[in-house]
């Protein structure tokens, strides 16, 4: 680490599902919340402002992510599994069935996909 820099550790509690899953969607929402108060203090006291920063941030972020995609043919994903399942194959696995699960609730709440995905696809 440069001289002129210093360590922020930010701190998050998470809830993990009987497989010790964690729920990256209620996570990114709160990591959202605070990346947009962070951004806020760019847009002043506009809040139309404080969404362009936003989005522009944003919109960096997924432009990334698609280079990133076309160079592996991978969307890079991140999951956090808190139970071992005794190997990466099986903390995978865990994380799969933990999102086929939510996928399931949220048909049975009739709310449709947006689309079918193949198999071996991302996350």
Do not use: W
Not at 36 to 48: E, H, I, N, P
Not at 57 to 83: H, Q, R, S
Not at 98 to 104: G, N
């Amino acid at each position: 680490m440069k001289e002129d820099e210093q360590e922020l550790a930010l701190d998050y509690t998470v809830r993990t599902d009987a497989r010790g899953v964690v729920d990256g969607r209620a996570l990114a929402k709160e990591m959202m919340a605070d990346a947009f108060k962070l951004m806020a203090a760019y847009g002043s006291t506009c809040m139309a402002c404080c969404v362009k920063a936003f989005e522009e941030a944003g919109g960096a972020v997924l432009n990334d992510m698609e280079k990133a995609e076309e160079e592996t043919g991978a969307i890079p994903t991140l999951y956090f599994c808190m139970k071992d399942h005794g190997s990466p194959e099986g903390q995978y696995a865990a994380f799969r069935a933990h999102v086929e699960e939510q996928l399931d609730k949220l048909i049975e709440k009739r709310t449709p996909r947006c689309h079918e995905h193949g198999e071996g696809g991302n996350a």
